[in-house]
């Protein structure tokens, strides 16, 4: 979480300012464009991933469509390996369930500064909201079950917080596929603040950096772990990559026009 923190701190009060000056991009620009980008995120409560669309209103705006699928950690977890069985899997002492959603996202973007130059950055700031679908399944757990003072057998288990199981009575995490047939949906909503720093050099393609913070909101707490502290308001900080490109059949035409006329003058 410390490293989302100086990097999001990083993009969101230095970015704005770093207009360096670079060779003078002379590629033929189409304000009226709309963008298409896929996205990796990392966030102070877990990761994720998605899909956004932007289709340009005027000069300065973009409406934003997008979708999202992330997985949400608890700030208590903590990885452990049985002391007795270093090669089993890892576990985290405590956690009932996973906990994943979807994020469904219409919003808006602006333009704060423009790119001018092959070296240079583009600035937007940005807000979506929409609803979040969230989900979650048991985690099993391998117990080691004695039956006699020699004789054991592995059994799985959920996490029971009433059973006097300890951390050494655990063999390691069952596998991740268990569970997905009890699995429960809580539906919720989220909004999302941030800012967009575009730094492609070549027009045809999207490249982007971004931070922010998002919120998401549910009826009830969810039980990630077996502890009186669960969330139902998840607040994060976050930073994720955009790759993508203009989608605009307009701009393809007339980038695809500059592009012959750099070859005829190459001859």
């Known amino acids: 979480m410390k490293k989302v923190i100086v990097i999001f701190t990083f993009f969101l009060f230095f970015i704005p300012f770093l207009q360096g000056q670079g060779e003078i991009d002379e590629q033929q620009k189409i304000f009226y464009r709309n963008e298409s980008t896929v996205h990796f995120s990392l966030n102070s409560t877990g990761y994720g991933g998605g899909y956004r669309y932007g289709k340009r209103i005027n000069y300065l705006n973009k409406r934003l469509y997008e979708f999202d699928f992330n997985y949400f950690r608890h700030p208590k977890e903590i990885k452990m390996y049985n002391p007795y069985s270093p090669n089993a899997r890892g576990f985290v002492y405590g956690k009932m369930n996973l906990f994943f959603n979807f994020r469904l996202g219409y919003g808006f973007q602006r333009d704060i500064f423009r790119k001018i130059d092959k070296g240079g950055v583009a600035v937007r700031s940005l807000f979506t909201f929409g609803p979040s679908i969230g989900f ?130 190459s001859y």
């Open 136 to 265: 979650y399944k048991p985690v099993y757990y391998e117990i080691i079950h004695f039956i006699s003072m020699n004789t054991y057998t592995i059994v799985e288990m959920k996490f029971d917080p009433t059973s006097l199981h300890s951390p050494n009575d655990i063999y390691g995490r069952a596998s991740f596929f268990k569970g997905w047939d009890e699995v429960k949906f809580v539906p919720g909503a989220f909004a999302k603040l941030g800012f967009n720093f575009e730094f492609s050099k070549f027009d045809p393609m999207v490249q982007a950096l971004e931070a922010g913070i998002a919120l998401d909101a549910y009826p009830k707490k969810i039980p990630i772990m077996a502890s009186p502290d669960n969330n139902s308001l998840f607040i994060s900080l976050y930073v994720s990559f955009h790759i993508g490109k203009i989608i605009d059949k307009y701009y393809e035409k007339a980038y695809e026009k500059n592009q012959q006329l750099d070859n005829s003058f």
